[in-house]
C-alpha cells in the first residue's frame, strides 16, 4: 500500500510496529520522543500492536525503565498525563542494555524484537531510532546490518532515523551516505529536522498551492526579497563541547535554514508524494549561487556573543561558557545573503540569520514585496511607504500575518500599516506538541516528504562548506562582537542597510 502523504492524509493509526531507540538514557528521549509518542496516543494515531524498546549502556531491568519514563512523562509532558492512556504505552515499553559497538547487543536486541513480535502482534516491522552522537551513526547501522536487523523480508519493513548533523562538512557528509548507504536503501533512510515537524513550516506549501491568489505573485516581478529569521534566547547551555565543533552555521543554517528556503522557493510539485516534493526542493538548493572566498566577505557576516542581559539577568558571554574555549573563534550568530538563480527568484536576495543570546526568541519567515512605483496619496515619498509584507511565525507563536496599507479614519488622508493574521489559535484549543509527532507519525507510516534525501543533505552542504573553508582561513579578531540580548553585530543591521532595506525586526 502506498504510503500517506503528510499534507493530505486525514489521519489514521499507524501500522504495527516496534520502535527502538538509541540512546534511550539520553535528554532526547524523555523530554521529547516518549512526550511525542504520548500525544500520539493520545490523538488515536499509534497503533494498538506497539512495542518501544530503549537501548543504552546502563544496567537496567523493563521494569525500572518504565518507573524511569512513568516519573519523566509526568515532568516532561505536554498536557496533563490521562493515566489509563500512559499505562497502555508504559506496559510496552522494553529495554535492552548493551555497548552500542558490541555484537552481542544486537543478538540479544533481536532476540528481544522476536519477543515482542510475539507479544504485541508488531509484524516484524521495526523503526530505529538513532538518539546518539552523530560519531555512532555509521557504527550503529553496520552493527544492525551485520546482524540482520536491517533486512526486509516476508513483507515487513526496517527504517532508521538519523539525527542531525549529518556531517560537519561536504566530504564527511559524502563518506557517512555511503557507509550507511552500503546498508540500508535510501527508502530505509529517515534524516530527521524537527523543524520541519513544526505545523506553519508544513502549512508553507499549503498556503502556496492551495490558494490562487498568492502563486501568481510568488516570484522576481512582485517580490522584493525575503528574510529568514531565527533568533533564540538561550546560550550554549551545557552544550559546550558540542557547539566548539560546530557554530551556527553548521547547528542551525546549513539544514534548518535552507530547507526552510527550499520549502518558500520551491517550484509546484506534480504531487504532494514524497520524492516529487523532494525534488523540487533540492532543485533550488542546487540553483543557490555558489559562494566564493570574496563573495563570503561581502555576502556574510558572523558573530559570538559576549556578556549581557538575558531574561532580566546578566549572562555570561561564550567564551566564559563551560567547556568553550576563552579564546573561541567559533560563531554563534551569523548572517547570509543568497540567491537562487532560477528564473523565478533571479536578483531576489534571501537574507537568513540565526544567532544565540538575541533579544527575543522568534523564528519567522518574511517575504517583502516591491513597492509601488509611485505614490497618489499626498506629499510622501515613494521610500516613506512602508512596503507590504506577508510574515510567516513559526515559533513561538505559529501564525501567518499579511502587512497591508489602509487609510486612518479621519478628515485627512493618512496611511496605516494593518495587520491581517491568523494564529492556529484561531482554530481553538489544540493539544501541545514537542515538534516530533508528525515526524514520527510519518516514519511509522512511511512517508518520507518530510525528511531530508541524501542529495539534499550533500546539496546544502556545497552551500555551507566554502563559507566555512573562507571563515577558517580568515579568523575574525573582533570577537565577542554582540552583547547578549542584543539583536547582534552592528555589522548585522549594516549589512543589510547596505542594500537599502532593513530587518522585519529590530537589528
Known sequence: MAAPHALTDPGRPAGPCAIVIFGASGDLTKRKLIPALYNLKTNGLLPKELAVVGVARSVMTHAQFRDEQSRDIRQFATSPVDEPLWTELR????????????PATYAALADLLARVAKTHGTGGNVLFYLAVPPSLFAAVVRRLGAAGLAREDEGTWRRVVIEKPFGRDLESARALSAEIGAVLRESQIYRIDHYLGKE???????????????????????????????AEVVGVEDRGSYYETAGVLRDM??????????????????????????????????????????????HTVRGQY?????????????????????????????????????????????????????????????????????????DAEVADIEP????MHIQPDEGIEIQIKAKRPGATLRLETVKLDFSYKDFGETSAATGYERLLYDCMVGDSTLFHRTDMVEAAWKIATPILEAWAASPPTDFPNYAAG?????????????????????A
Not at 534548518?256 to 533540492?282: G, N, Y
Not at 507590504?388 to 510574515?391: E, K, Y
Request: hydrophobic share 45%; glycine share 6%.
Open 388 to 391: 507590504n509584507r506577508l510574515v
Open 253 to 298: 543554517i546549513q539544514n534548518h535554514m535552507l530547507q526552510l528556503l527550499s520549502l518558500v522557493a520551491m517550484e509546484p510539485p506534480i504531487s504532494f508524494a514524497a520524492d516529487d516534493v523532494r525534488d523540487e526542493k533540492v532543485k533550488v538548493l542546487h540553483a543557490i549561487r555558489p559562494m566564493t572566498a570574496d563573495r563570503v566577505l561581502s
Open 91 to 102: 506496559d510496552a515499553l522494553y529495554y535492552q542494555a548493551g555497548n552500542f559497538s558490541d
Open 200 to 230: 506553519t513550516v508544513q502549512n508553507i506549501m499549503v498556503f502556496r498551492f492551495a490558494n490562487g491568489i498568492f502563486e501568481p505573485i510568488w516570484n522576481r516581478r512582485y517580490i522584493d526579497h525575503v528574510q529568514l529569521t531565527v
Open 486 to 506: 542584543s539583536w547582534g553585530p552592528v555589522a548585522a543591521a549594516r549589512f543589510i542597510q547596505a542594500d537599502r532595506r532593513l530587518w522585519c525586526t529590530p
Open 306 to 378: 559576549g556578556p549581557g542581559q538575558g531574561d532580566g539577568a546578566a549572562v555570561l558571554g561564550y567564551r566564559e561558557e563551560q567547556n568553550v574555549s576563552p579564546r573561541s573563534t567559533v560563531e554563534t550568530y551569523a548572517t547570509l545573503k543568497l540567491y537562487v538563480e532560477n528564473w523565478r527568484w533571479a536578483d531576489v536576495p534571501f537574507y537568513l540569520r540565526s544567532g544565540k543570546r538575541l533579544a527575543r526568541r522568534d523564528t519567522e519567515i518574511a517575504i517583502q514585496f516591491r513597492r509601488p512605483p509611485l505614490v497618489l496619496f499626498g
